[in-house]
């Protein structure tokens, strides 16, 4: 049996790459361990939020990364027929952070800049098309089964970073639930080649419609946009696909005819909420989708995810490197699990309620409330301030900005009470209730 006296990272996704790139960078051993051939071609993840691009930056990416990813300086909400709620401008953290700006770029590219990283790491051995089958773990060791085209193998290894996505073959058998809700909807995730800014879009919108919510995002710089959506979960993927001329009539500014636009990627899929109860079992830890998983509305999955692996990786290097406490993995888990379920899930909650809200007094609200925070730059701030929660106690901000931000919410809710918009905001808090309720935090 094969040992390594270092960290097997299991699942080959963006989170796994950047966890064991930042291992590999630390001197530590490291072996990939990947089902897939390659690079998943799937370009799941699009947009990443400013602390997300701060992290890649801390990684040594973010320079290869924006010469292929669009830079996208705010975002729209939008009516169904596509006129404008409020546009959300990220230059008002001007003065708060470095990165003021989303990032959009699909999660394939993303990880094929890693891969070409990781090469350069002779510690860094990626294995692909080796499934890990089995999991076992005493005080000292654990013990993995993987099967590929050479065979069963087996190995052992200090330390396990589980980064195999959300149907995780590892926190399965570690014993870890998955809890929470699968929404009722079903998305559709589109990559179709129309030009959205001929019709005054911005490079990432949200459109709020009982029936046509959408999320329409530029994927990249050869004119791919990602044009997501709601379809009846009942029906097959062929009908899906059948149905589409006649949704992109309505969802697509202009109605355009299947003519104008190129479908390049379609993808039905269903969306949850879940949360693992805890990201460490002994010498297993969860990162990235197999610790937690929620609906994409809002790109926070992945943005989450890069903040993951960063904390992971920093705190297997201090025990690995430098002898220093297990305690730190056990604060790692907790600082990341209440970052999901404070901060990720309520959030992405709000927004897919927000976008497909049906009661039209409750819609009426909402508009209110987005069309406030598109005029008054104070609390724009304060809400694209909200995003930086995403680093959890490790937060970057200076100082002042952190003693602003922490209170954020009192001065938010006196704001938009003041512009009567108190049951959006009553909306938002109680879905975070509902969230911590669902997942016992
Ligand atoms: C349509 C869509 C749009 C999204 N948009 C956004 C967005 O805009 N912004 C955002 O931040 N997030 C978004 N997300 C979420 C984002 O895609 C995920 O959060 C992200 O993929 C998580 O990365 P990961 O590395 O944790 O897991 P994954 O990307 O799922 O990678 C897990 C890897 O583990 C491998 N694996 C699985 N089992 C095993 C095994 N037993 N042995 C070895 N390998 C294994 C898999 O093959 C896979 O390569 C979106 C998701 C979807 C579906």
């Given at each position: 049996?094969e040992?390594?006296?270092?960290?097997?990272?299991?699942?080959g996704g963006?989170?796994?790459?950047?966890?064991?790139?930042?291992?590999?960078?630390?001197?530590?051993?490291?072996?990939?361990?990947?089902?897939?051939?390659?690079?998943?071609?799937?370009?799941?993840?699009?947009?990443?939020?400013?602390p997300?691009?701060?992290a890649?930056?801390?990684?040594?990416?973010?320079?290869d990364?924006?010469?292929r990813?669009?830079w996208?300086?705010?975002?729209?909400?939008r009516h169904?027929?596509?006129s404008?709620i409020?546009?959300?401008?990220?230059s008002?953290?001007?003065?708060?952070?470095?990165y003021p700006y989303?990032?959009l770029?699909?999660q394939?590219?993303v990880?094929?800049?890693?891969v070409?990283?990781?090469?350069?790491?002779?510690?860094?051995?990626?294995?692909?098309?080796?499934?890990?089958?089995?999991?076992?773990?005493?005080?000292?060791?654990?013990?993995l089964?993987?099967?590929?085209?050479?065979?069963?193998?087996?190995?052992?290894?200090?330390?396990v970073?589980?980064?195999?996505?959300?149907?995780?073959?590892?926190?399965?058998?570690?014993?870890?639930t998955?809890?929470g809700i699968?929404?009722?909807?079903?998305?559709?995730?589109?990559?179709?080649?129309?030009?959205?800014?001929?019709?005054?879009?911005?490079?990432?919108n949200?459109v709020?419609?009982?029936?046509?919510?959408?999320?329409?995002?530029?994927l990249?710089?050869s004119?791919?946009?990602?044009v997501?959506?709601g379809e009846?979960?009942?029906?097959s993927?062929?009908?899906?696909?059948?149905?589409?001329?006649e949704?992109?009539?309505?969802?697509?500014?202009?109605a355009?005819?299947?003519?104008?636009?190129?479908?390049?990627h379609l993808?039905?899929?269903?969306?949850?909420q879940?949360?693992?109860?805890?990201f460490?079992?002994?010498?297993?830890?969860?990162?990235?989708d197999a610790?937690?998983?929620t609906?994409?509305?809002?790109?926070?999955g992945?943005?989450g995810?890069?903040l993951?692996?960063?904390?992971?990786?920093?705190?297997?290097?201090?025990?690995?490197?430098e002898?220093?406490?297990?305690?730190?993995?056990?604060?790692?888990?907790?600082d990341?699990?209440?970052?999901?379920?404070?901060?990720?899930?309520?959030t992405?909650?709000?927004?897919?309620?927000?976008?497909?809200?049906s009661?039209?007094?409750?819609?009426?609200?909402?508009?209110a409330?987005?069309?406030?925070?598109g005029?008054?730059?104070?609390?724009?701030?304060?809400?694209l301030?909200d995003?930086?929660?995403?680093n959890?106690s490790?937060?970057?901000?200076?100082?002042t900005t952190?003693?602003?931000?922490?209170?954020?919410?009192k001065?938010?809710?006196?704001?938009?009470?003041r512009?009567?918009t108190?049951?959006?905001?009553?909306?938002l808090?109680?879905a975070?209730?509902?969230?911590?309720?669902?997942?016992?935090a």
């Amino acid at each position: 049996m094969e040992t390594l006296d270092g960290v097997v990272v299991i699942g080959g996704g963006p989170v796994g790459l950047l966890t064991a790139l930042k291992l590999g960078k630390a001197g530590v051993r490291v072996i990939v361990l990947e089902a897939e051939a390659g690079v998943s071609p799937s370009p799941r993840a699009v947009a990443y939020m400013p602390p997300t691009a701060a992290a890649l930056d801390r990684f040594g990416l973010l320079d290869d990364i924006r010469k292929r990813a669009v830079w996208c300086p705010d975002f729209a909400y939008r009516h169904g027929d596509g006129s404008l709620i409020a546009t959300m401008d990220w230059s008002v953290l001007a003065h708060d952070t470095d990165y003021p700006y989303m990032l959009l770029l699909g999660q394939n590219h993303v990880s094929n800049v890693i891969v070409q990283h990781l090469r350069t790491l002779p510690n860094v051995d990626i294995r692909w098309n080796h499934r890990v089958e089995s999991i076992d773990q005493d005080a000292s060791w654990v013990t993995l089964q993987t099967s590929g085209p050479g065979g069963t193998t087996r190995l052992r290894t200090r330390w396990v970073a589980a980064t195999d996505g959300a149907r995780s073959t590892v926190r399965e058998k570690v014993g870890l639930t998955f809890d929470g809700i699968t929404w009722s909807e079903r998305l559709v995730a589109t990559n179709v080649f129309y030009d959205f800014s001929l019709h005054g879009y911005s490079r990432a919108n949200f459109v709020h419609d009982p029936v046509d919510w959408a999320v329409v995002v530029q994927l990249d710089q050869s004119g791919l946009w990602r044009v997501c959506y709601g379809e009846d979960p009942s029906i097959s993927e062929a009908e899906v696909r059948r149905r589409m001329p006649e949704r992109f009539k309505r969802l697509l500014p202009g109605a355009p005819t299947p003519d104008q636009y190129r479908v390049d990627h379609l993808n039905p899929y269903r969306v949850h909420q879940r949360c693992a109860p805890e990201f460490r079992r002994g010498r297993v830890i969860l990162a990235g989708d197999a610790a937690h998983a929620t609906n994409p509305m809002g790109g926070l999955g992945l943005s989450g995810g890069v903040l993951d692996a960063e904390h992971l990786a920093e705190a297997l290097i201090s025990v690995i490197n430098e002898g220093a406490s297990v305690r730190l993995l056990d604060e790692y888990a907790v600082d990341r699990r209440k970052v999901f379920l404070e901060f990720t899930s309520p959030t992405a909650t709000a927004n897919f309620t927000w976008m497909k809200e049906s009661d039209p007094a409750q819609r009426a609200r909402d508009t209110a409330m987005l069309e406030h925070a598109g005029t008054d730059r104070t609390v724009m701030r304060q809400i694209l301030l909200d995003f930086e929660k995403l680093n959890g106690s490790r937060s970057t901000l200076s100082p002042t900005t952190s003693n602003r931000l922490s209170g954020a919410p009192k001065r938010i809710v006196r704001e938009v009470v003041r512009t009567a918009t108190r049951s959006a905001l009553a909306s938002l808090r109680s879905a975070k209730a509902a969230q911590k309720r669902l997942f016992h935090a």
